[in-house]
């Protein structure tokens, strides 16, 4: 029976350090009333205007079908379910550019240096665009942004990252991917992921397409089932495309290609 | 839910219970245990809290029989029990809306247990309480170990009483103290090890099986087993830790299986408690292997369908027994005639064929079940859009959970522990463990968006 004050001591440090951990609680901030957040966006519709300056009197252009060399001037941007199109298509990935990370933001996008370029060094997207030249610009985001603010803050960050980008690169035309739909399962089951919220999103950044330079593609009409949801046959978590399974999103960008004048 | 790696229990319930458990005196202790362990239940299903209390209702009304080692009465009881256990499992089966209760598989073998241990003499007093205590301890009521009830009788029995106080307080915090380490050691394997390491497990799941490389196959098997031992082990020593504080005995549910030289060994070790149960009250019962070899593989066999269908009614559970059945068999009439091919084999069924078989134990679909195999032997198939990289892309962020994972399967770390576990350095180092993992903890529980980033 030998007590070492010592080891109480220890005891009592474990507690207080395990306490002092709360004050670094991370939340984050999300709404569940989709009505609320769609009558904002109405409201704040000015500010999520893009500027294409001088290029609003060109005719507007429309898609057709192309092969795969198409994308070898293309830039791929996007989140996890990106990274999955870099892995998985090979076609794509074997001729275009990816920029894609897990849990990426159209915020990070705008802010943050998170490119790793050839010297192993991050970078920011206005880095990297202003040394590299690319025809097509293809983004897909927006399902990790359902949990942080609101669809106009969504619309407008995205807003701000066309932009910049058409400033970068004007000879390039941007293709908004719309957001990828969640299984129904998963839809029903979930507060925040879901595809009432998935559609939300769409719909604000929908408009930003001009068919001149910015354009929109739905790849949910090749991705979802009858119901509207993403087709389970497709996915095992319900949210990413299984690796074998990207073919459908690759016809659907193979569909809507957009020939330069 | 409320479970041992949740912050709330970690940091309010468990130490307010303990403060409240010493304030009683010694001989009264029992009441708070029972009272917080029901409503340690309750709070967790208390759809079927009416359930388990009449299970036990019945079974100390029947064990007044029992006691008396009447046979009719004690057969009655044990199929009753086994009887609610089945129709549970197979109704959940057929729908899966039907909700089992917690726990179920758990205490029902509790109650077996107390039945044949009543049955046998081997119980004193046959008290409504004891029983009720026993079923609902709350240390072990959701996943194990499965302890006897000599358990709870030495728990109570009070070794402290004639003490004078000084020396009762101090040798309360000294257990205390022994609890918590094991309990930090456990949350550390739980939470830092077996969590993030299901995570690489989901992602290869998220890539779908068709699709992975045989490298990471292989990988995937290995990494599943790496959590479900740490996982359950982790669990195990909370279960055991928690226990101490309360001045319970240590309850030994693992004893590095990894370093068994059998399958047969290492099923000894590997949740030990469930082993010694089937032991005890099924293979011992049937005469064990002392009738005869035809009898012995009947018996095992035996052991080893009833093992399969309690894990589960899928029949992947059934292919993961029948192989261990295989393989034990093998070895006990097989290559046991030559000792070094029994080495051989031995060490290869241990390390090569048990995490196969946790595959199996993993997939529940033998659709699944057949692609992830034909991608670990890719002889039997060819792979849809496999991405020969994917291993580089997948695992080395996983690194820092998979390297400690596997240098603890050294069982010399355990008897190092053994010997300076109140040395500072030990000390420090689970005060280490402890932020590691109360950082991962609060982070999942505070936030659930943690393991939700796409």
């Given at each position: 029976?030998?007590?070492k004050?010592k080891n109480l001591l220890l005891l009592f440090a474990v507690i207080i350090s395990a306490l002092s951990f709360n004050g670094y609680q991370l939340y984050t901030?999300?709404?569940?009333?989709?009505?609320?957040?769609?009558?904002?966006?109405?409201?704040?519709?000015?500010?999520?205007?893009?500027?294409?300056?001088?290029?609003?009197?060109?005719?507007?252009?429309?898609?057709?079908?192309?092969?795969?060399?198409?994308?070898?001037?293309?830039?791929?941007?996007?989140?996890?379910?990106?990274?999955?199109?870099?892995?998985?298509?090979?076609?794509?990935?074997?001729?275009?550019?990816?920029?894609?990370?897990?849990s990426?933001?159209?915020?990070?996008?705008?802010?943050?240096?998170?490119?790793?370029?050839?010297?192993?060094?991050?970078?920011?997207?206005?880095?990297?665009?202003?040394?590299?030249?690319?025809?097509?610009?293809?983004?897909?985001?927006?399902?990790?942004?359902?949990?942080?603010?609101?669809?106009?803050?969504?619309?407008?960050?995205?807003?701000?990252?066309?932009?910049?980008?058409?400033?970068?690169?004007?000879?390039?035309?941007?293709?908004?991917?719309?957001?990828?739909?969640?299984?129904?399962?998963?839809?029903?089951?979930?507060?925040?992921?879901?595809?009432?919220?998935?559609?939300?999103?769409?719909?604000?950044?929908?408009?930003?397409?001009?068919?001149?330079?910015?354009?929109?593609?739905?790849?949910?009409?090749?991705?979802?089932?009858?119901?509207?949801?993403?087709?389970?046959?497709?996915?095992?978590?319900?949210?990413?495309?299984?690796?074998?399974?990207?073919?459908?999103?690759?016809?659907?960008?193979?569909?809507?290609?957009?020939?330069?004048? | 839910m409320i479970t041992f790696t949740d912050q709330m229990f970690i940091l309010a319930i468990l130490p307010l219970f303990l403060l409240?458990y010493?304030?009683?005196?010694?001989?009264?202790?029992?009441?708070?245990?029972?009272?917080f362990?029901?409503?340690f239940?309750?709070y967790n299903?208390?759809?079927?809290?009416?359930?388990?209390?009449?299970?036990?209702?019945?079974?100390?009304?029947?064990?007044?029989?029992?006691?008396?080692?009447?046979?009719?009465?004690?057969?009655?009881?044990?199929?009753?029990?086994?009887?609610?256990?089945?129709?549970?499992?197979?109704?959940?089966?057929?729908?899966?809306?039907?909700?089992?209760?917690?726990?179920?598989?758990?205490?029902?073998?509790?109650?077996?247990?107390?039945?044949?241990?009543?049955?046998?003499?081997?119980?004193?007093?046959?008290?409504?309480?004891?029983?009720?205590?026993?079923?609902?301890?709350f240390t072990q009521i959701i996943s194990g170990p499965?302890?006897?009830?000599?358990?709870?009788?030495?728990?109570?029995?009070?070794?402290?009483?004639?003490?004078?106080?000084?020396?009762?307080?101090?040798?309360?915090l000294y257990q205390i103290q022994d609890g918590l380490k094991l309990f930090i050691i456990g949350l550390f394997m739980k939470i830092c090890l077996a969590d993030n390491l299901a995570i690489l497990w989901s992602n290869?799941?998220?890539?779908?099986?068709?699709?992975?490389?045989?490298?990471?196959?292989?990988?995937?098997?290995y990494t599943y087993s790496l959590r479900l031992y740490y996982d359950f082990w982790g669990y195990s020593l909370m279960a055991a830790g928690i226990g101490i504080m309360l001045?319970f005995?240590f309850i030994k549910n693992f004893d590095q299986p990894y370093?068994?030289?059998?399958?047969?060994?290492?099923?000894?070790?590997w949740h030990?408690?469930?082993?010694?149960?089937?032991?005890?009250?099924?293979?011992?019962?049937?005469?064990?292997?002392?009738?005869?070899?035809?009898?012995?593989?009947?018996?095992?066999?035996?052991?080893?369908?009833?093992?399969?269908?309690?894990?589960?009614?899928?029949?992947?559970?059934?292919?993961?027994?029948?192989?261990?059945?295989?393989?034990?068999?093998?070895?006990?009439?097989?290559?046991?005639?030559?000792?070094?091919?029994?080495?051989?084999?031995?060490?290869?069924?241990?390390?090569?064929?048990?995490?196969?078989?946790?595959?199996?134990?993993?997939?529940?679909?033998?659709?699944?079940?057949?692609?992830?195999?034909?991608?670990?032997?890719?002889?039997?198939?060819?792979?849809?859009?496999?991405?020969?990289?994917?291993?580089?892309?997948?695992v080395p962020k996983f690194a820092i959970y998979l390297i400690p994972a596997i240098i603890m399967l050294l069982p010399i770390w355990e008897k190092l522990y053994k010997k300076y576990k109140d040395t500072i350095i030990v000390q420090l180092l689970l005060l280490l463990m402890a932020i590691a993992s109360m950082y991962f903890v609060i982070n999942s529980g505070g936030n659930p968006f943690m393991y939700l980033r796409?």
């Open positions: 029976m030998l007590l004050i901030k999300y709404y569940v009333e989709p009505r609320q957040a769609q009558t904002a966006a109405t409201v704040n519709n000015k500010s999520t205007k893009v500027q294409y300056k001088n290029k609003i009197t060109e005719k507007e252009k429309s898609f057709e079908t192309v092969d795969d060399d198409y994308f070898c001037d293309a830039l791929f941007i996007g989140d996890s379910r990106m990274v999955g199109l870099s892995r998985y298509c090979e076609p794509i990935d074997t001729r275009a550019t990816f920029y894609a990370k897990e990426l933001t159209i915020y990070n996008i705008q802010n943050d240096p998170w490119i790793e370029d050839e010297n192993g060094e991050e970078k920011t997207l206005w880095d990297m665009l202003s040394t590299h030249e690319f025809k097509k610009i293809y983004i897909m985001v927006g399902i990790n942004e359902i949990g942080t603010k609101t669809d106009v803050d969504y619309s407008c960050a995205y807003t701000d990252v066309i932009n910049r980008i058409m400033e970068l690169e004007p000879e390039a035309m941007v293709f908004i991917n719309s957001i990828m739909h969640v299984t129904k399962e998963k839809s029903d089951s979930d507060a925040l992921y879901n595809n009432t919220n998935i559609e939300i999103r769409n719909n604000a950044i929908k408009p930003l397409a001009d068919n001149r330079h910015i354009f929109y593609i739905n790849i949910n009409d090749y991705l979802d089932d009858e119901t509207g949801s993403l087709n389970s046959e497709y996915t095992t978590d319900g949210v990413h495309l299984k690796g074998a399974c990207y073919e459908p999103w690759h016809q659907a960008l193979l569909e809507h290609g957009v020939k330069i004048d | 409240l010493y304030i009683v005196p010694a001989k009264y202790r029992a009441w708070p245990l029972f009272i362990s029901a409503g239940y309750c299903d208390y759809r079927y809290f009416g359930l388990l209390t009449g299970l036990i209702i019945i079974n100390y009304l029947v064990g007044l029989l029992v006691k008396k080692e009447k046979k009719i009465p004690f057969v009655f009881i044990i199929f009753l029990n086994i009887g609610t256990l089945i129709s549970f499992k197979a109704l959940g089966f057929m729908d899966k809306s039907i909700l089992i209760p917690l726990g179920l598989s758990y205490y029902i073998f509790k109650l077996i247990s107390y039945q044949a241990d009543l049955f046998k003499g081997k119980i004193q007093k046959h008290t409504i309480f004891g029983l009720a205590t026993y079923a609902f301890i499965i302890a006897r009830y000599s358990y709870i009788e030495a728990g109570f029995a009070t070794p402290l009483e004639n003490k004078n106080f000084k020396t009762r307080v101090y040798e309360t290869i799941k998220t890539i779908g099986y068709e699709s992975i490389s045989t490298p990471l196959a292989w990988t995937g098997v001045g005995p370093s068994s030289r059998t399958v047969a060994e290492f099923y000894r070790r030990m408690t469930l082993g010694e149960w089937f032991r005890d009250y099924i293979y011992f019962p049937l005469g064990g292997s002392r009738k005869g070899q035809l009898r012995t593989i009947i018996n095992l066999l035996v052991v080893w369908l009833i093992t399969g269908l309690w894990h589960g009614l899928t029949p992947n559970f059934m292919i993961w027994s029948g192989s261990l059945f295989i393989m034990i068999l093998m070895e006990k009439f097989v290559f046991s005639k030559n000792d070094k091919l029994l080495a051989v084999i031995g060490r290869f069924h241990v390390w090569f064929m048990i995490p196969l078989t946790w595959g199996v134990f993993a997939i529940t679909s033998i659709k699944n079940l057949g692609l992830y195999f034909a991608r670990l032997f890719p002889l039997f198939g060819v792979g849809i859009a496999v991405n020969h990289r994917d291993i580089v892309y997948t796409f």
